[in-house]
């Protein structure tokens, strides 16, 4: 595992870690990038990086299983950097993994993090957090083996003008205070940087001052987000499209296909996001158990 030549510094991984409430976590089915705020944890016994997420979305590591290079940039590390690496999606006891994510937790550090996830937990020890939130608890594990890390100079993010022909009303807009590009390389590693400067032409392109070599058509997503310090509230967009390069060279252009959104800042939120949660975590399970004979 290389950084610049040099041995990776394991404790600072960690402490990258438990600095970071949310890490963007890209993956990649072939050349389409997809990427989603995700926490990290940090297994010490087997010096590796683990995300989850509810079956309900299970779409955010699904991808993992069919192409396990993925990048994770910790943009609230002490110094910036993306982590290559290669995941492995775990999902034979979702219980199991739920008392194992809750082992992670207990093991972090006192932290805004730490203690957002705490009372979640002890939401979920009474009957009313069983009946609205079991589904949450249960959890798909992606450990992370860490390959090499690339550092950032920069990972401070600008802002996201008001885009009506996308559905981005001023209020959504002004929200956001990540936003962040991510292809995939010519060795097919999705790679994510920092977007510094946005600026929308026509309807349906936005332009990008960002530092990323790209090819005319690439496919590309651009993920918007914002969360609290212990992620009680929180809100993303993620834009999936192709970029092309513009203005000589020194810039890039963005043009949105398609995106998908998720908000949990209010109380008719998080009803939506319960009533959501428990209806895909049942087609979750009937794909799972495959179609009856």
């Known amino acids: 595992m290389n950084q610049d030549g040099a041995s990776l510094d394991r404790d600072r991984l960690q402490r990258a870690v438990h600095d ?8 990649a089915a072939g050349d389409r990038p997809r990427t989603y705020p995700l926490t990290p944890f940090y297994d010490p016994d087997r010096e590796s990086v683990v995300v989850t997420s509810p079956p309900a979305y299970a779409g955010k590591v699904d991808t993992v299983r069919e192409n396990p290079r993925l990048s994770v940039l910790f943009y609230g ?7 290559y690496g290669r995941g492995t999606v775990h999902d034979d006891d979702l219980e199991a993994n739920a008392e194992y994510v809750q082992d992670l937790i207990r093991a972090e550090p006192p932290s805004e993090k730490r203690e957002g996830f705490t009372k979640t937990s002890s939401l979920l020890d009474s009957r009313v957090g069983r009946f609205l939130f079991g589904w949450y608890a249960l959890r798909l594990v992606v450990e992370v083996e860490p390959v090499r890390v690339e550092p950032l100079a920069n990972a401070t993010a600008g802002s996201l003008p008001a885009w009506p022909e996308q559905g981005v009303d001023a209020g959504e807009a002004a929200s956001y205070d990540r936003l962040a590009l991510t292809v995939v390389d010519a060795d097919g590693w999705p790679t994510t940087r ?27 997503s651009l993920l918007c987000h914002w969360h609290t310090p212990d992620l009680s509230k929180l809100g993303q967009r993620l834009f999936r499209g192709r970029v092309s390069t513009a203005e000589g060279g ?16 209010t109380r008719l939120d998080r009803l939506r996001f ?13 794909q799972q158990d495959g179609p009856e004979e």
């Open 20 to 27: 970071s409430p949310a890490a963007e976590v890209a993956t």
């Open 77 to 83: 590390a002490e110094e910036p950097f993306v982590l």
């Open 194 to 220: 920092t977007v510094r400067d946005v600026e929308h032409r026509g309807a349906d392109a936005v332009v990008l001052d960002t530092p990323l070599a790209v090819e005319d058509g690439q496919p590309a």
């Open 250 to 265: 020194t810039r890039v252009r963005f043009e949105p296909g398609s995106s998908t959104s998720m908000r949990n800042a």
């Open 274 to 286: 319960i009533w959501t949660g428990k209806r895909r975590t049942r087609a979750y399970f009937r």
